[in-house]
């Protein structure tokens, strides 16, 4: 009895607390639920009737929809037609008076610019901070990317801007952010009319992270960025220029087959700072002999990932070696496979003996089972003094994605293989198997 007395006691005291909560509470609340999700609180009560409307976050998201897409590998007009309304829809009812976060993410393209121009004009014109702009490429049809629009009123207020998949030219992307004076974050990929980056000379700039993911030929920042901790781009860039980041501490470089050195000399100031740095390695495990000679001593190095396009006969390993010793702080090594040709058998006797004293994670990307994996594997721990983990995952790494295994049985082959792995390592070294996605995962200690 006193039981039950006590559950309504502690019910009510909950029901009391959130009705005698102020409406700015509550629309903080509300915010941070997805925003489907804070729609379908219109029916609680009169009072929480309008009250989503008011949210500060527009993420449309349609994850259950992309993921429906993707598995059927086909895109139906219904589809964009439904997400498109429900935009519109939102955006008819939202009173809210300035927004935080205006994040679309669909399969739209130039056929879709004017719906997408109007919503960009709303987001503008309530001063968004955040704005997300992702029109995911047709699975089948290439159609022309959207255009991101000439008009600029209200760009001041940016904080972070993120285009994929949509398309705005060198010039028209300079003018742009150079009236977004309190931009602290961009990132664009896959804009194919994007040929050169360029940041004018000016006053310092706000930029904390900047990502350019497509093969833009040169990028030039003449302005100041005394902020700028993170700083990736990938491609054929042939110049780079970067006035000044003097708190650069996450570098990411991807897919870039021409000579390294054209974009590392410009950079090198940064890496006995650096925390974090991923890079290519498009001649296998011969362009570590290469590259490392170039570096200075990366004291500070936590975590180093390594994508290798094995594609030629290289088994040398010691180029790894010679690498991770560079980085005397080094806790994490991550090395990504992308299998381009033939498989070439690892000569183990060449590898040299070293024990690097701080590394205690080590991850391999792109398992398959084969005996090179399982060599691969163990030298990985064989080069720790106290490793504690590692982790196998058998998504291959492919360009800018994953794709798994086409066939079941490869899938539970190499399994298999990777759980043999736990009688071949020390007890104490933790074993853990990532399948298909960062959700499945095997843990065997």
Not at 65 to 75: H, V
Not at 320 to 342: D, H, N
Request: net charge neutral.
């Amino acid at each position: 009895m006193a039981t039950g007395s006590m559950m309504a006691a502690t019910s009510e005291e909950t029901v009391d607390w959130i009705s005698s909560a102020p409406d700015d509470v509550l629309i903080m609340v509300l915010s941070r639920l997805p925003l489907k999700e804070a729609a379908r609180t219109s029916i609680l009560s009169r009072r929480y009737r309008y009250l989503w409307t008011h949210s500060t976050k527009l993420d449309f998201d349609a994850s259950e929809t992309l993921a429906r897409i993707l598995d059927d590998m086909l895109i139906k007009e219904n589809d964009r037609d439904e997400y498109m309304s429900w935009v519109d829809q939102v955006i008819v009812a939202s009173q809210a008076p300035v927004l935080d976060c205006f994040r679309v993410r669909f399969y739209l393209d130039s056929r879709h610019s004017d719906k997408i121009d109007s919503w960009i004009k709303f987001a503008l014109e309530r001063r968004v901070q955040s704005l997300e702009l992702v029109m995911i490429s047709d699975l089948r049809v290439l159609y022309p990317h959207y255009t991101f629009p000439s008009f600029t009123c209200g760009v001041e207020f940016l904080t972070s801007l993120d285009l994929v998949d949509v398309d705005i030219t060198s010039e028209g992307l300079t003018c742009l952010l150079s009236k977004c004076l309190l931009l602290e974050k961009f990132h664009i990929a896959r804009s194919r009319n994007l040929n050169h980056f360029e940041i004018a000379a000016g006053p310092p700039l706000r930029l904390k992270c900047l990502s350019i993911l497509w093969e833009v030929i040169t990028i030039t920042i003449s302005a100041p960025t005394p902020d700028l901790l993170s700083f990736r781009f990938c491609g054929g860039v042939k110049s780079l220029h970067i006035e000044s980041a003097p708190k650069l501490i996450d570098l990411f470089i991807n897919r870039h087959p021409a000579p390294l050195s054209l974009v590392l000399r410009p950079l090198m100031h940064s890496f006995s700072q650096l925390q974090t740095l991923s890079f290519s390695l498009f001649m296998g495990w011969k362009k570590a002999i290469r590259i490392t000679p170039l570096l200075p001593e990366m004291t500070c190095l936590k975590h180093l990932t390594l994508r290798v396009y094995s594609f030629n006969s290289d088994t040398r390993l010691h180029g790894l070696t010679s690498l991770i010793k560079k980085a005397p702080s080094l806790q994490r090594l991550t090395i990504k496979m992308s299998r381009l040709g033939a498989r070439v058998k690892l000569k183990t006797k060449r590898f040299h003996k070293y024990s690097h004293p701080s590394l205690r994670v080590m991850e391999l990307r792109g398992f398959e089972g084969s005996t090179n994996d399982i060599e691969l594997a163990l030298y990985l721990l064989s080069i720790a003094t106290l490793p504690e983990k590692l982790i196998i995952d058998l998504r291959h790494a492919y360009l800018d994605g994953y794709y798994a295994f086409e066939e079941r049985a490869k899938l539970e082959g190499a399994v298999n293989r990777a759980l043999e792995l736990r009688s071949l390592m020390a007890p104490e070294v933790q074993l853990v198997v990532n399948l298909l996605a960062d959700s499945q995962e095997a843990c065997m200690d």
